[in-house]
């Protein structure tokens, strides 16, 4: 059965050389149910919205399985929290979260919107060498989720996928397309994904967040020009 093993909220705002000069990333389980609202958890702070946050990007969740694979490589066990996620799972496959499929989370509706993309201030985080590299090339990125419905959710709750959309295109196809884009072959693939998502939005059957609608008309445009 897929659960949520923990639930993250910031601890502390931490200063940090980027644009913004804070970070919200520090956060940690927290015990008890904690309300969701349209801007993520009760008592969680987005310090960069336009980045890292707003409604379609309102609680991020990442699979202790994933948390598992980087274990090793760091030399230290990856806390709930540690990657700046919300939401600790296991039993379900986050990376292959069909992008627009909606999950029951205690009394809370979320909606997988995209992939996280890292940034420099994640691997200030992590005080990792070439850790946006390493992050990126793995493919584990976890997923931003909205809420559709809002509600409360716990430590212990199922997590059940209620509606998949048909189009198929996951987290990880999604990720893993547009950021290994090598040649014209590459960019057909991406631009054929691109398109599938596209045509599920015209159809009704999923609503793009406002970074993947972006990404995916700069990748329809570069599929139809011809390579140089």
Not at 108 to 128: D, H, K, S, Y
Not at 169 to 174: E, F, I, L, Q
Not at 196 to 220: C, F, K, M, N, P
Request: charged share 25%; aromatic share 6%.
């Amino acid at each position: 059965m897929a659960e949520l093993l923990a639930v993250c909220r910031v601890h502390a705002l931490l200063p940090d050389s980027g644009s913004v000069g804070v970070t919200a990333i520090d956060k940690r389980a927290v015990e008890g149910r904690v309300a969701v609202r349209p801007l993520g958890l009760y008592a969680d702070l987005q310090a960069n919205r336009a980045d890292h946050g707003g409604y379609d990007q309102a609680v991020y969740a990442y699979a202790q399985e994933d948390a598992d694979h980087w274990a090793p490589e760091l030399g230290r066990e990856v806390v709930p929290g540690l990657f700046g996620e919300n939401l600790r799972t296991r039993g379900i496959d986050v990376n292959g979260a069909v992008i627009g499929e909606r999950w029951r989370v205690g009394t809370a509706l979320l909606e997988v919107t995209q992939p996280r993309t890292p940034c420099q201030t994640f691997a200030r985080r992590l005080g990792e060498d070439h850790w946006v590299r390493r992050f990126t090339q793995a493919n584990r990125t976890g997923a931003y989720l909205r809420v559709v419905e809002n509600g409360e959710l716990g430590a212990g709750d199922a997590v059940d996928v209620v509606s998949r959309p048909a189009h198929g295109v996951t987290v990880a196809d999604w990720f893993g397309a547009s950021h290994a884009v090598r040649g014209a072959g590459d960019r057909v693939a991406l631009g054929t994904i691109a398109r599938r998502l596209v045509d599920a939005q015209a159809a009704g059957e999923i609503r793009l967040s406002t970074d993947l609608q972006q990404r995916t008309e700069r990748a329809l445009t570069r599929a139809a020009t011809p390579a140089s």
